[in-house]
């Protein structure tokens, strides 16, 4: 994690000298996260394709050159799935119920986004654009109907639930500035890592997909 607020650092650093305009914020907002599988997973075809509502927060910096806006971003994130599962029970009075299942990953993550400004409209701008992430996981949250646990990110003790705590990919933005201090956004985070560490069937392959819809505020 020291790793990754050193390298935010000089990123702001190096860029400052060029920019005609340097600011900083807040950002956070919502996340609808899936995980995508590889076709010879050995999970239930009802598993994918499902989401999870998660959250992020974290600190930007707006970097502006010209027609080009740089932003990097540390963030606390959460990705993973959830999944619904029915339960029956064969009893005196037949009964039966849906629950929905979670993984939840948490991961600190860096963004280095490049935007482009489309065109400014008064007191709003719209940007796109996008750029590379890398995060590191925290913490596994997987519950069930009948239970939840905490996995540890590259543990060996359960073969099955292993992950892989590094996840790197890209992201791709669009963004309303409002008054050189307002930001919405909407961002898709296309996981490129396998985050599978599965020791029985290494075939397995699992890699994370986040959107996500954002509300920021500059500090001039």
């Not at 394709?49 to 606390?76: D, R, S, V």
């Not at 990953?105 to 400014?120: I, P, R």
């Not at 890398?134 to 996995?151: C, D, L, M, Q, R």
Request: zero cysteines.
């Amino acid at each position: 994690m020291k790793k990754l607020i050193i390298l935010l650092f000089l990123l702001v650093i190096s860029y400052k000298n060029f920019a005609q305009k340097v600011s900083f914020g807040l950002k956070g907002g919502k996340n609808f996260s899936t995980q995508n599988f590889d076709p010879n997973y050995t999970v239930s075809s009802s598993i994918k394709n499902n989401y999870l509502a998660g959250f992020h927060i974290g600190a930007i910096g707006n970097i502006g050159y010209k027609n080009f806006t740089i932003q990097p971003g540390l963030f606390y994130t959460t990705k993973g799935l959830g999944y619904p599962e029915q339960d029956i029970y064969l009893s005196p009075f037949f009964s039966s119920h849906i629950t929905k299942n979670t993984q939840r990953f948490n991961y600190v993550e860096l963004q280095t986004n490049l935007l482009y400004n489309l065109f400014d409209i008064g007191a709003f701008a719209l940007k796109l654009g996008g750029g590379p992430y890398i995060a590191k996981g925290t913490a596994i949250t997987i519950s069930t109907i009948y239970n939840t646990w905490h996995v540890d990110f590259d543990q060996t003790k359960s073969p099955m639930d292993s992950y892989n705590s590094l996840d790197y990919g890209v992201t791709f933005l669009g963004e309303i500035e409002i008054s050189k201090i307002i930001l919405m956004s909407a961002q898709y985070g296309l996981g490129l890592n396998n985050i599978s560490k599965n020791t029985v069937i290494p075939s397995d392959h699992i890699s994370n997909r986040v959107f996500s819809i954002s509300l920021g505020f500059l500090i001039r």
